[in-house]
Structures are given as structure tokens and as C-alpha cells.
């Protein structure tokens, strides 16, 4: 390898160590008619054990969600309670149109404010009176759809509360009061709610599950997307829920009827029948789910990252040594495997978004995505160097076994670039 090579690969790897997150898409509406208002939530996540919850407490509320929170409980992701109020919650970016709340009171935390909002508000009135007192802000990655029995709704974004009282609204994953123009959005879930509402408002199951159905997301790659489907109905008190953008089962609950229980849970996967693409969800293992390759991924990021150091320094104690150019490829790959492993082990999207994996508001993650073939493809190189070093006795001592180790982690890293379908670029 070239002097000039070596710095190219170099200066691309600690390109490479910046990042950007990518947001989860989900989507939510509202639609009024008269007296009849039904609020529609799409939950699109890879969380993998949806449940629904009812609470007695002040004003008894059921809750929908999948997200864990340890000690905290499951944190609610859509909710109504008695007197019609329902919520449901978006992941977006942070905005950058204003700045955290002064004298505001502190979220003590997520979980129980947001359960202690139904438990005590009526209104969308009176949520803003609410979420007023305290430092919203700090719920920097979520926007919310707030909407009461009369039709009338709320944006809660980070740093700013919107009231309205249109017929229909349709949100997914963005800060309403940061777009100038709707038409630009480019969500497609967005973009097919607002086109079916365009020419008719209705507030008929049918109609609001066909809505649903029409913004619910599917992707090819896994068959993944829209976990949990939920409706509700604001003004009778009813909860329509559909499992795994599977439309043609549906589940219905009587919150009052439910309320009169008392406290419970219902884990929502046992309500309905198996689900193919469901189960291919639980069976697809990743970092996220998997201990085991939790902890492989952390040996090899503690490999990676020490190499990007070991390898320039050995080179510099003894440049003279046979293959001792090749350093700087195993310090380079080292470098950008540390960022990308880093990936690997929080952005759940590169398992199921299509190969290879594109950010559009990231060139540097788009770039790393093609890093599994970057490592196939140097792949022969260095199992001739292992072959060469190891017959020639080139290396001693560390540098050779960093040099073994690279390689057996590499070859395991490919196995698992096989396995999450890195390289089925026509999936």
C-alpha cells in the first residue's frame, strides 16, 4: 500500500467519527365530525412487547406502549381517558426555534408526567395550563397530538404550544411550527394521510381504520414497521387496536368497562392471531435485543478503538519492519469500525432500512454504510498479510496478535453483515 493510499483511507476514517441520529417514523391524526371525534395513532417502532394498561387514578385513563422504562414502568405512547381527552407522542429532531423554560418547574420524569396529564386534565385547555407550569423542553426529541371530546387540539412541541380546531390533522414526525410550507414535507406517511383527507372527513371506524391503514408503514427488507395501531373514540369512550399493520383482526375495549376492573395490563401480541412478520421481528436478533452480541460488539469496539492507537505507534517504533505500511490500513479500519460499531449498537434503523444503509441528513452515516463492504473486500489482504507475518515471523509479539485478532473479529463481523443482510443491496 502506498504512501498516498494509506492517507486517503486515514483522513476517511476520522471523517467518520462524527454522527447524526436518525428519527424513528411514526404518524397521528384527528378527525371531528359534529359531536363524534376519533384520534388515530400509528406507532412505528421495534419495540417488541406492545402492551395496553388501564389506571383508576383520578381520572381512569388507558394507555398504550412498548417502550420500557426499567424501574419507571412502560412509558405511555398514546392514551385516553373518561372525559374523551387523548394524547399520543413522535419522535422528531430537536428544533432549534427557542430555548429551555426559566422558572419552570422540572419534569421529575417522563413516564409519570405524561400519565399524570390524562389523570388530571379534561381539556386541551387545560393541558396547556398543565405542561405550562413546568420545563417542557427538556422532552427535546418528541412532539405530541393532544385532542379533547369537542374536537379541539394541542401541539405540544419543545418549546412551543399550539391550540387548534380544524376538522382534520394529521402530524407525523415533525415540528409543525417549524415548517413554512406543508408541502414540502416528504414523509410519505404524512403525505398519504392528508391526500386521503383531502376530498372526505369521516368519523366511522372504517373510515379512520382505512386512514390508518393508508399511513401505516411496511418495509420490504424484514416485513417491519408499524408495531401497534390504536383508534380512539373520543366521544363514546372506546379503543380500537390493530397489531402489526395486519388490518384485518381487530380487538375493541369499553374503557369504562375496563376502568371497573380496576388496574391491569393486557399484553397486546395475545390478543391476536400469529402474525408472520411478527415473529420474524422477535426472531431477528441485533445488539439491541441479543446480550451476547451486546457484548461481542463491546470486545470489538475495545479492539477497534485500540488499534486506531496501537498501530500508528508500533509503526512509528520500527517503520523499517516487513508489511510495516500495512499499519496504517489496520489503524485506518480501526478508526472507522470504532464509529461504525458505535452505530451498530444504538441505531436500531440499520438493521431494517434497505443496504446499503442511507441517512438523508447524515453524509457521513451513509458513507459508513458501506463500510461492510469496504471490510469484505479487504478481507484478502489481510489473510495474505496473517499468511505472510505469520510465516515470515515478520511481527512479534503485540503486533502480532493485534494483527490475529483484527482479522478473527473481522470474519465475525462479516458472518454478522451476512446475517442482518448488509450485503443484499437488491432487498
Known amino acids: 500500500m502506498n504512501r498516498s493510499t494509506i492517507i486517503k483511507v486515514s483522513l476517511l476514517a476520522v471523517t467518520l467519527l462524527l454522527c447524526v441520529d436518525r428519527t424513528l417514523p411514526c404518524s397521528a391524526y384527528k378527525v371531528t365530525v359534529g359531536p363524534s371525534t376519533r384520534f388515530g395513532m400509528n406507532y412505528d417502532t421495534w419495540f417488541e412487547h406492545p402492551r395496553i394498561w388501564f389506571e383508576t387514578t383520578g381520572h381512569g385513563a388507558a394507555f398504550t406502549g412498548a417502550n420500557d422504562m426499567g424501574a419507571a414502568g412502560f412509558s405511555p405512547q398514546a392514551g385516553m381517558n373518561v ?26 420524569g417522563r413516564v409519570q408526567y405524561l400519565k399524570d396529564i390524562l389523570h388530571a386534565c379534561r381539556t386541551v385547555e387545560e393541558v396547556k395550563a398543565y405542561i405550562e407550569q413546568y420545563d417542557h423542553s427538556v422532552l427535546s426529541n418528541d412532539v ?5 371530546r369537542s374536537g379541539k387540539y394541542l401541539i405540544v412541541e419543545p418549546y412551543t404550544l399550539t391550540l387548534g380546531e380544524e376538522a382534520s390533522y394529521v402530524i407525523a414526525n415533525f415540528c409543525p411550527s417549524t415548517v413554512s ?7 410519505q406517511r404524512y403525505i398519504n394521510g392528508t391526500a386521503f383527507l383531502q376530498h372526505k372527513i369521516d368519523t366511522s371506524l372504517a373510515f379512520c381504520t382505512a386512514l390508518s391503514d393508508t399511513m401505516h408503514v411496511c418495509r420490504a427488507k424484514h416485513g417491519d414497521g408499524t408495531l401497534l395501531t390504536s383508534i380512539w373514540d373520543l366521544e363514546k369512550g372506546h379503543v380500537d387496536l390493530y ?9 375493541h375495549f369499553n374503557l369504562a368497562a375496563e376502568l371497573a376492573q380496576g388496574d391491569h395490563v393486557v399484553e397486546i401480541p395475545t390478543l391476536f392471531p400469529p402474525n408472520k412478520e411478527y415473529q420474524q421481528l422477535l426472531g431477528f436478533k441485533t445488539p439491541l435485543n441479543s446480550s451476547a452480541l451486546d457484548g461481542f460488539l463491546r470486545f470489538c469496539l475495545f479492539l477497534f478503538l485500540l488499534s486506531a492507537v496501537y498501530f500508528p505507534l508500533s509503526y512509528f517504533r520500527n517503520r523499517k519492519a516487513p508489511y510495516a505500511g500495512y499499519k496504517w490500513m489496520l489503524a485506518a479500519l480501526g478508526l472507522a469500525m470504532t464509529y461504525y460499531v458505535l452505530q451498530l449498537a444504538t441505531e436500531m434503523g440499520i438493521y431494517f432500512f434497505p443496504s446499503p444503509y442511507r441517512d438523508p441528513g447524515s453524509t457521513l452515516m451513509t458513507l459508513a454504510g458501506y463500510l461492510p463492504f469496504v471490510i469484505l473486500i479487504a478481507l484478502i489482504p489481510l489473510l495474505l498479510l ?11 509479539g503485540a503486533s502480532k496478535w493485534m494483527l490475529i485478532l483484527n482479522s478473527t473479529a473481522y470474519v465475525a463481523m462479516i458472518v454478522l453483515f451476512v446475517y442482518w443482510g448488509f450485503y443484499n443491496v437488491l432487498a
Open 83 to 108: 372525559y374523551g381527552l387523548s394524547f399520543g407522542t413522535l419522535a422528531t429532531h430537536t428544533p432549534d426555534n427557542g430555548a429551555p423554560g426559566v422558572g419552570k418547574k422540572p419534569i421529575p
Open 181 to 187: 410550507d406543508f408541502h414540502s414535507i416528504t414523509q
Open 243 to 251: 397489531f402489526y399493520h395486519d388490518y384485518t383482526h381487530r380487538v
Open 386 to 396: 496473517n499468511r505472510k507475518v505469520l510465516k515470515e515471523k515478520a511481527w512479534h
Open 144 to 148: 405530541f397530538l393532544y385532542t379533547d
